[in-house]
């Protein structure tokens, strides 16, 4: 299953709008139901007032009706096994769980599996806020 998410992240990141950088980023996330929502980066002559690909991926998934997310995948086009950034990390953490899977890829695919609470291992939690 982590191959075809890569591949929807890499479809993704083929739309990314990155001309001041130069730097297309995909991201691609699967719902336990089996949905798979993708973003590519947005970037703005504002910079950086654009946007992540994770961003992106999240606004398709809330927009879809959100669920459970089960797997993320993130590709950059010049880095390998590229990871979001501190803002997505929490973004991402917001609606998913500690052992969400998290697939860090390179051109040919998944390179690194980790998970959220790895990557995010102290990440505010809203709970506190209700």
Not at 45 to 60: I, R
Not at 86 to 111: H, I
């Amino acid at each position: 299953m982590a191959h075809d998410l890569f591949e929807a992240a890499k479809a993704a990141m083929a739309k990314a709008y990155a001309p001041y950088s130069k730097f297309p980023v995909g991201a691609a996330l699967r719902t336990e139901d089996g949905r798979v929502f993708t973003g590519a980066n947005v970037e703005i002559a504002s910079y950086p007032e654009g946007w992540c690909a994770e961003t992106t991926a999240l606004g398709h998934y809330i927009m879809g009706g959100g669920g459970k997310i089960t797997e993320i995948a993130v590709i950059a086009e010049r880095v390998a096994k590229c990871s979001p950034c501190g803002g997505c990390r929490q973004r991402l953490a917001e609606f998913c769980r500690p052992e969400t899977k998290f697939y860090l890829c390179d051109d040919s695919g998944v390179v690194e599996t980790v998970t959220m609470g790895e990557l995010l291992p102290y990440g505010f939690e809203g709970d506190v806020l209700k």
